[in-house]
């Protein structure tokens, strides 16, 4: 099992950037795909971006497509999201989850989430 611990989370005005990191312990971490998911208030979670095991391959909700960037460091077991052109819609709790045996769509193991705030 992967455990996942998130970070960068913060407050950012609109049109600003942000990078969320997600430090991975496990020794599987490297053979699992990885991806982000986020929850806003009163809405259901939604899977943002994913990572295959080698970094070969990304895919993204179209809602951030060309905003956001998801990329892994298999040395420092990391994975990272880097958002620009931020927007208000974007406030969320972001969750960095993982997908051993699962797809990433459907992941079957998380994080905590980090609170990310775009203000207008």
């Known amino acids: 099992q992967v455990q996942l611990v998130e970070s960068g989370g913060g407050l950012v005005q609109a049109g600003g950037s942000l990078r969320l990191s997600c430090a991975a312990s496990?020794?599987?971490?490297?053979?699992?795909?990885m991806g982000w998911f986020r929850q806003a208030p009163g809405k259901e979670r939604e899977f943002v971006a994913g990572i295959d095991w080698s970094g070969d391959s990304t895919s993204y909700a179209d809602s951030v497509k060309g905003r956001f960037t998801i990329s892994r460091d298999k040395a420092k077991d990391t994975v990272y999201l880097q958002m620009s052109s931020l927007k208000p819609e974007d406030t969320a709790v972001y969750y960095c989850?993982?997908?051993?045996?699962?797809?990433?769509?459907?992941?079957?193991?998380w994080g905590q989430g980090t609170q990310v705030t775009v203000s207008s």
């Open positions: 496990g020794r599987t971490f490297s053979s699992y795909a």
């Open positions: 989850t993982g997908a051993g045996a699962s797809s990433i769509f459907d992941p079957d193991c």
